[in-house]
Antibody, heavy 120, light 106 residues
Framework: QVQLVESGGDVVQPGRSLRLSCAASGFSFSSYAMHWVRQAPGKGLEWVAVIWYDGGTKYYADSVKGRFTISRDNSAKTLYLQMNSLTAEDTAVYYC??????????????WGQGTLVTVS | DIQMTQSPSSLSASVGDRVTITCRASQNIGLSLIWYQQKPGMAPKLLIHGASSLQSGVPLRFSGSGSGTDFSLTISNMQPEDFATYFC?????????FGPGTKVDV
């Protein structure tokens, strides 16, 4: 079955960096675009970044552009989020999610359990 | 960027009720509208894609409608497990904007 397992969340000081990972299994990872979505404590969902199946195209939310970098290693079936210059506003649970493709109108059909990043 | 709004922000319901949540996009997004359900401490779960298509495994009491800028999610017969927060999302643009959410509680 499809599984997405995030890791790397931690408590970090403002201005520092952190890298999140998302290990995928149960599907052909290299065939799907992948996203990072975050949720600040008690708040709604905020889309962060997407990377195309081959890593060739990436888009970012304005709030993280220039500070965060999404990448993937298809041979390792792993998605990454490099986060630099962290601020308190980046404190959130970070989810990785799979784009289900055109059959589900680009919906995010599988999500990981999330990893907590606290900037303090 | 496309802005997404939802109403109401919260509502109270009882088991057996019919509940409707609305979502509005700031521009025409066609049918590129998604609905998710999220329970506390859990990841969101896909309910509806393409504005009205039920995701596999989702109960038939959930339905979606709308196109363009105005959409709705209806739960026809609220069950105890349906008390949760519901988010809409547009997948028309590469901003993948979520609505602010609607919390449905008792």
């Amino acid at each position: 079955q499809v599984q997405l397992v995030e890791s790397g969340g931690d408590v970090v000081q403002p201005g520092r960096s952190l890298r999140l990972s998302c290990a995928a299994s149960g599907f052909s990872f290299s065939s799907y675009a992948m996203h990072w979505v975050r949720q600040a404590p008690g708040k709604g969902l905020e889309w962060v970044a997407v990377i195309w199946y081959d890593g060739g195209t990436k888009y970012y939310a304005d709030s993280v552009k220039g500070r965060f970098t999404i990448s993937r290693d298809n041979s390792a079936k792993t998605l990454y989020l490099q986060m630099n210059s962290l601020t308190a506003e980046d404190t959130a649970v970070y989810y990785c999610a799979r784009t289900g493709g055109i059959s589900v109108a680009g919906a995010f059909d599988y999500w990981g359990q999330g990893t907590l990043v606290t900037v303090s | 960027d496309i802005q997404m709004t939802q109403s109401p922000s919260s509502l109270s319901a009882s088991v057996g009720d019919r509940v409707t949540i609305t979502c509005r996009a700031s521009q025409n997004i066609g049918l590129s509208l998604i609905w998710y359900q999220q329970k506390p401490g859990m990841a969101p779960k896909l309910l509806i894609h393409g504005a009205s298509s039920l995701q596999s495994g989702v109960p038939l009491r959930f339905s979606g409608s709308g196109s363009g800028t105005d959409f709705s999610l209806t739960i026809s017969n609220m069950q105890p497990e349906d008390f949760a927060t519901y988010f809409c999302q547009e997948t028309y643009s590469h901003s993948y904007t979520f609505g602010p959410g609607t919390k449905v509680d008792v």
